[in-house]
């Protein structure tokens, strides 16, 4: 029997085994817990999804695109192989062998870097814009590309990242060939003790302790973040959800940076039947796509020069950990063979100042850029 089989080994070994042979699966590990745990579909067909969030129960690994519009599937890996923390000499033989999947990196091809001068001038646009009415706000996004073969090293980024940062839902998944990473530190929609919660979060600054009073903010991250919150009571309301308990706006300190955030909780049983269509409403939030989100995502599509793919779109366990766990999925990025693809952005609003807002989406690349220093 082989070295590798002999005796239980770190779930970490199980990522890489995973990894090496191109299965479909995801690895992750939830705010403030140190469990790693792993998902794993036998069948290297997946089940693609017609809507963003499917009909309950459900038990599975959920992946959701910002937007359907440009060809990305929603995903749903199903638990065939599950691990947590170690791998039993059985489970490793099981991974091996899974057949490989065949799939190929699906998008666009590689995008190119967004240049500082084009960044800039579409935030200039999308005041002028605001000014004239048209929205209120645009999350605008851009790429920054990495090259260097990260794909030999992708257990390695993940452990990182897990260790670094502690408050974030870190993820590693591979679907068709297509591997992803992040710690996002941005709830979606999550269950918690029989209710489920969900978050404003907007506005970004460096985590300094001046920082953590609200009262130190100006009025465009203000602004910035009660446009989020006013969306997700407005969805609420919709779909008859009255009893929620909001709680905020207030600092929250997510590893290097600062962030304005409400926090909102209600019961499943408000929702009924119609949570799946709840969830699916609250997609995307102003925080990932903007205000008047219908034209904001007109801009988008014709502005932004990259498929966002799975960027701000949302992910986690269904059934499994708890009823959900889903995030937004930010702080993230694509890998490919020879560069990663990072994706960053930020909301445009009125006040906005372009080289401000320049500054944010480096500050905001750094949570993964540190980690790959780190690495090579």
């Known amino acids: 029997m082989p070295e590798v089989l002999q005796h239980s080994r770190s779930v970490l070994d199980a990522v890489q085994a995973c990894l090496d ?75 091996m062998s899974l057949p490989e999947v065949a799939g190929r ?90 209710d489920l919660y969900t978050v404003s979060l907007a506005g970004t600054r460096p985590f300094k302790p001046e920082n953590m009073d609200i009262g130190s903010w100006n009025r465009k991250e203000l602004q910035e973040q009660e446009y989020v919150t006013r969306h997700i009571e407005m969805v609420l309301l919709d779909f008859s959800v009255r009893d929620y308990k909001k709680t905020g706006p207030y600092a929250a300190r997510a590893g290097n940076l600062s962030h304005l955030r409400t926090d909102f909780a209600f019961s499943p049983v408000s929702a009924g039947s119609f949570l799946p269509s709840l969830i699916n409403a609250l997609h995307p939030t102003p925080a990932v796509c903007g205000m008047a989100s219908g034209k904001a995502m007109d801009y988008i599509r014709h502005t932004e020069k990259h498929n966002r793919e799975y960027y701000t779109g949302y992910l986690g366990p269904l059934g499994i950990d708890s009823l959900m766990q889903l995030y937004v999925n930010l702080r993230c990025m694509k890998v490919l063979d020879d560069r990663c693809i990072l994706y960053v952005g930020g909301g445009i609003t009125q006040d906005s100042n372009p080289e401000e807002e320049w500054k944010e989406t480096e500050i905001k690349a750094d949570t993964l850029l540190s980690v790959l220093e780190q690495i090579t």
């Open 21 to 95: 042979r191109k299965l479909n699966f995801a690895a992750y590990r939830l705010p403030f817990r140190r469990d790693i745990k792993v998902v794993i579909q036998r069948d290297p067909v997946l089940q693609e999804l017609e809507n963003s969030f499917p009909d309950l129960p459900i038990r599975g690994f959920l992946i959701s695109p910002f937007s359907h519009d440009k060809g990305n599937p929603v995903y749903l890996l199903k638990p065939d192989l599950f691990l947590q923390n170690t791998v039993s000499p059985g489970q490793m033989a099981d991974i």
């Open 105 to 194: 990196p699906t998008g666009t091809g590689i995008p190119a870097e967004t240049r500082k001068r084009d960044y800039l001038r579409q935030i200039e646009e999308i005041i002028d814009r605001i000014r004239d009415a048209e929205f209120e706000k645009v999350m605008l996004s851009r790429i920054k590309l990495v090259r260097g073969h990260f794909s030999e090293q992708m257990s390695r980024i993940f452990s990182r990242l897990c260790t670094s940062y502690d408050h974030a839902f870190v993820y590693l998944f591979s679907v068709n060939g297509n591997c992803w990473t992040g710690a996002t530190p941005e709830p979606f929609i999550c269950s918690d003790n029989g």
